[in-house]
């Protein structure tokens, strides 16, 4: 059984168009390009902090748009205005 069969779906969405499979990609150490090998269409990436590293640039090659709840400057810029 290959590792994208063995994957927990953690929720999945339907409609005639789009289907939403969220999958934790950091913990599997699988990639988009695993994904994409067995038919899914990959084109958002979710994060909660965006470490502003180059993930976003990386993604963003494979076209796929990164999608981020917070960034490294938020963070700062939070811890700033606390001080």
Request: hydrophobic residues 40%; proline residues 3%; aromatic residues 0%.
């Given at each position: 059984?290959?590792?994208i069969a063995?994957?927990?779906?953690?929720g999945i969405a339907?409609?005639?168009k789009v289907r939403l499979?969220?999958?934790d990609l950091s913990r599997t150490r699988l990639s988009t390009t695993d994904l994409r090998g067995v038919g899914a269409?990959?084109?958002e990436a979710l994060c909660?902090?965006?470490?502003?590293?180059?993930?976003?640039?990386?993604?963003?090659?494979q076209n796929i748009e990164l999608l981020s709840l917070l960034t490294a400057e938020d963070l700062r810029a939070a811890?700033?205005?606390d001080r």
């Open positions: 059984m290959s590792r063995q994957l927990p779906l953690l339907t409609s005639d499979t969220d999958v269409q990959v084109g909660v902090i965006d470490r502003e590293q180059g993930g976003s640039d990386a993604l963003a090659a811890r700033a205005a």
